[in-house]
């Protein structure tokens, strides 16, 4: 059974916590036992786990400037000038999906484990993000 | 229910678009609501989404080159001389499988995000990838 | 159906082969055709596959520091002074599980690919890794 999350992001480095959505997907798929997928529709996005604070989403944005940085040459933009080659590359390196484990009908999360949604693109986007809920 | 995808390899850097392969497994087997989970067996190649264009391809080849490059000490290669120590750790920081809704019969991916695998092994291979389906 | 593994941690830089207790899991479940994810619960940790020997596991910690280093500022102190903010970050982008498989009863892993648990915290910690086998 899938649910969609929709939202609109502010773009480049917009980090959104997206766990009430999730669990309320799973909650209302009835499944006591089984598997959650949080999957972003769209290739400059991604999603993983995160504890949700300001100081680690200032610290993931960091990382990702760091390791795929906004100033040196992508090949992208050879083809298209929407200049987010470095979009696609951050999104493609963490991943457009994670799979939780529900146990007694809840996702199977650390307290201090949520997750989120990373927006890399360079503009705003509507989001589309759909749980797709397995089991019984 | 399972399917192989089977391809040869060139060797590093070469990606390839593996959609519609995953795409035929989802249709085979006739589930209109659950989940796919594309996996590479081995350890030296990844998979993940990205637009599928040359561009691209060359910028998540940088990037790899980037973070993990081929001209400094690996480990690895006290043990072994395959010489293909940044291929491993390539391959296990992307990680070998990428998990996607199936909605109403259909992969729940955007018009620009491909399924893609990543050859990260110095020589060519020949890889196998196991599509599994779950769901009614 | 799922099942708990668990362990005790040596702190930063522990990496353990976990393929057996998810392994015994699945063979528990009787699931003959699925998947099965393996999920660490706490964002300090991840899950991912590597050929489990010395030299790549010390390329792995090798990996973490040079991309996410320890001597740099982490926002993630400013407000909490556990001095963890690499471990974080380093987990978010491997991720906190893999899904796998599980073709004719059996994960469908290669002979040279285990199922690994990065250890990322400061400081030893008791994990609850949830394998998760849905299927039939």
């Known amino acids: 059974m899938s ?19 999730a669990a309320k997907a799973v909650s209302d798929s009835k499944v006591k036992d089984g598997i959650a997928t949080i ?3 769209g290739s400059t996005a ?4 995160l504890e949700f604070e300001p100081g680690l989403v ?4 960091g990382a990702a400037e760091r390791l795929f940085p906004k100033g040196i040459e992508y090949e992208h933009h ?7 080659g470095r979009s696609h590359v951050r999104a493609a ?10 146990v007694k009908g809840r996702l ?14 360079v503009r705003p ?5 759909v749980v797709q809920v397995v089991g019984r």
């Open 93 to 102: 390196f963490v991943g457009p999906s994670v799979t939780i484990p529900i």
């Open 125 to 129: 986007r509507e989001r589309t993000v």
């Open 39 to 41: 999957f972003v529709v």
């Open 3 to 21: 649910a969609e999350i929709k939202l609109r992001t502010k773009g480049e480095g917009d980090v959104r916590d997206i766990t009430a959505d």
């Open 78 to 84: 050879r083809r298209w000038d929407d200049g987010n």
């Open 108 to 121: 199977a999360l650390g307290t201090w484990q949520q997750i989120i949604l990373l927006e890399y693109d």
């Open 58 to 61: 200032a610290d993931m944005r």
């Open 46 to 49: 991604a999603i993983t786990t």
